[in-house]
Antibody, heavy 119, light 107 residues
Framework: EVQLVESGGGLVQPGRSLKLSCAAS????????MAWVRQAPKKGLEWVAT????????YYPDSVKGRFTISRDNAKSSLYLQMNSLKSEDTATYYC????????????WGQGTLVTVSS | DIQMTQSPSSMSASLGDTVTITCLAS??????LSWYQQKPGKSPKLMIY???NLEDGVPSRFSGSRSGSDYSLTINSLGYDDEGIYHC?????????FGGGTKLELK
């Protein structure tokens, strides 16, 4: 059974940093692109980042480019999201999601971890 | 960026009804579209991929279709378990984008 378990969320002040983790199991992690998708309270879904199988290629929307960094450790079947210079508009539930190839749907999602950016 | 305009933003229907939710893509995305169902406090669940392909385990009451740049999710024989928010998603190119969501409630 595919499982994605996020951790690392919490309350953080504007301008500070936070690192999210996602532990994957139930599939060969190194064979899949992985992504982060977020959802602000009572809002729609917003794609945040995608990383290739080896980690050599990463993709971001303009809203987080230069502030967020996605990475992975295939030996640990783990995905990460380093978030720097956080803003109030980054407040959201962050989901880890399994993609497929370069451009693909999200077949599996974690339960999400809430990040609140507030002073 | 590709804009996905989803409609309606909310709707109410009765048990047994057939409902249709639509997403209009701002440019050609081929069949690179998926649909997700999200229940309150839960993560999204994949329902349809490739515009028309039913994900394993999803009831056949759900179907996806395409007409040009208009993509539709149709639910037949609506049941209480179908309540939730439905999201469309284009994966034709980066940045990946989602529609604004449709909240479906049963009367």
């Amino acid at each position: 059974e595919v499982q994605l378990v996020e951790s690392g969320g919490g309350l953080v002040q504007p301008g500070r940093s936070l690192k999210l983790s996602c532990a994957a199991s139930g599939f060969t992690f190194s064979n899949y692109y992985m992504a982060w998708v977020r959802q602000a309270p009572k809002k729609g879904l917003e794609w945040v980042a995608t990383i290739s199988t080896s980690g050599s290629r990463t993709y971001y929307p303009d809203s987080v480019k230069g502030r967020f960094t996605i990475s992975r450790d295939n030996a640990k079947s783990s995905l990460y999201l380093q978030m720097n210079s956080l803003k109030s508009e980054d407040t959201a539930t962050y989901y880890c999601a399994r993609s497929g190839v370069v451009l693909n749907w999200f077949a599996y999602w974690g339960q999400g971890t809430l990040v609140t950016v507030s002073s | 960026d590709i804009q996905m305009t989803q409609s309606p933003s909310s709707m109410s229907a009765s048990l047994g009804d057939t409902v249709t939710i639509t997403c209009l893509a701002s440019q050609d995305i081929g069949n690179y579209l998926s649909w997700y169902q999200q229940k309150p406090g839960k993560s999204p669940k994949l329902m349809i991929y490739g515009a028309t392909n039913l994900e394993d385990g999803v009831p056949s009451r759900f179907s996806g279709s395409r007409s040009g740049s208009d993509y539709s999710l149709t639910i037949n024989s609506l049941g209480y378990d179908d309540e939730g928010i439905y999201h469309c998603h284009q994966y034709y190119e980066y940045p990946l984008t989602f529609g604004g969501g449709t909240k479906l409630e049963l009367k």
